[in-house]
């Protein structure tokens, strides 16, 4: 029997629980910034996908058989795809939370199979729609306890006129930005060598620039040289935000589709960025009406990963209460008793075994249920339940309102 494909894998219910729980919270954090959800289809013509991928995300798409298919590498070009013959509002505010597929090596916290949450803005040039991304990215990373998350910015525009200055030929520039982008992969002395090969002697000399010390207003100073629009933006988005952001003239973003402001989300010095995006004016005239474009992508998986390590989860099911029939002709006041709690707003399931009472507790014992609530023939003449707190033992008499009001209570 083979395995799970490459670079894929099953997730467990366990593991699922954590993953909605960082879902349903990065996604009330989107619709608090006023974005609307869109579901794209999980294939895209393979034009659709070329038209603006580049060389370095070519290779990385899944190649349905035929070859006119392909599994979408990211959220962002089917958003283009969708924006650029619509009508919506402007700005148009969308978000996504799916999978997305790429042909590329699995390391930790990255798989070819995974999730990203996009939030894109349509219809504005303004660097507040940049802002706006940053402030949304800082409080993604409040919500899950990450306090000091390092942002870092830089624009399209700078780099392409540092490699216009060092006489830097288009198709050579294509490959230089795609190095520069592998400097979390492989390293800085790595990204050196890489760049000897294509750039000669020029080398030295783009890294000294790139690699500039100093504040922001000092690195602007020197970005200035080579685009003036570049690190105008830059002042611009900077004096816009009320947090903590860092010009990194090395930062890329190695997406051949971005057109001004790029940046990087930071939560762990040893793993990369958790997200990651920028502006693309251009991408959306490819595929039909043109318009200005700018958004961010959260990797869920590395998010998950960090969050696991510094959290420990033992989180098994949503279930709070056990609804146990002592005897099974009371299983049917069991069943109306779960549907009670149900409505009432507690996740309550019911024995689908035909297990006696001390077996209930080992199943609840076993899946971290904290309550169980017992009906024997005592509980229905009362019209009560013996609610048993499955981690001090201790039993009380209650009504189902009670009960309801007890675990309501427990949970906010």
């Known amino acids: 029997m083979k395995l799970t494909p490459k670079g894929m894998r099953d997730i467990a219910p366990e593991d699922m629980l954590v993953r909605e729980d960082v879902i349903d919270k990065i996604r009330s954090i989107f619709k608090k910034y006023g974005y609307r959800p869109l579901e794209t289809p999980a294939m895209e013509y393979l034009e659709t996908l070329r038209a603006k991928a580049g060389s370095e995300a070519d290779k990385q798409i899944f190649v349905l058989d035929g070859g ?3 599994l979408r590498f990211d959220l962002t070009v089917p958003l283009a795809r969708y924006a650029s013959s619509t009508d919506d509002p ?9 999978v997305v597929w790429r042909k590329e090596e699995p390391q930790r916290g990255r798989f070819r199979e995974f999730y990203q949450a996009d939030v894109d803005i349509v219809g504005s040039s303004s660097m507040r729609a940049e802002a706006e991304i940053l402030s949304l990215s800082r409080d993604v990373c409040f919500a899950f306890d990450f306090k000091k998350p390092k942002i870092l910015i830089n624009n399209r525009k700078i780099l392409d006129g540092i490699a216009a200055k060092l006489g830097v030929e288009e198709q050579s520039k294509t490959e230089l930005f795609r190095i520069l982008d592998k400097l979390d992969k492989i390293g800085e002395e790595e990204v050196g060598k890489l760049l000897k090969e294509v750039l000669g002697s020029k080398a030295a000399e783009l890294l000294k620039i790139i690699k500039s010390k100093g504040d922001n207003k000092t690195k602007l100073k020197l970005a200035a040289k080579y685009s003036e629009e570049g690190a105008h933006e830059i002042e611009e988005l900077i004096a816009l935000c009320d947090f903590e952001v860092e010009f990194d003239m090395f930062l890329v973003r190695g997406l051949g589709y971005y057109t001004g402001p790029v940046f990087e989300i930071k939560i762990s ?4 960025s958790i997200a990651g995006g920028g502006r693309y004016d251009n991408l959306l005239g490819v595929y039909g009406q043109s318009s200005p474009a700018v958004g961010i992508s959260f990797g869920i998986e590395r998010l998950i990963t960090l969050i696991s390590e510094r959290t420990k989860y033992n989180k098994k099911t949503s279930t709070q209460v056990l609804v146990s029939a002592v005897k099974t002709e009371f299983y049917p006041n069991a069943i109306s008793a779960a549907s009670q709690l149900r ?14 009472l001390r077996k209930q507790f080992d199943y609840a014992n076993a899946l971290g249920i904290p309550f169980v609530a017992i009906i024997g023939e005592r509980e229905i003449t009362a019209k009560k339940v013996t609610l ?9 008499t209650l009504s189902l309102e009670e009960v309801i009001s007890k675990i309501n209570g427990l949970s906010k």
């Open 343 to 356: 409505n009432g707003g507690v996740a309550a399931e019911t024995d689908l075994n035909e297990r006696n």
């Open 388 to 396: 048993r707190d499955m981690i001090s033992g201790k039993e009380e």
């Open 269 to 272: 010095a040893d793993m990369g």
């Open 90 to 98: 402007k700005p148009f505010k969308r978000y996504a939370i799916d």
């Open 68 to 70: 006119e298919y392909g």
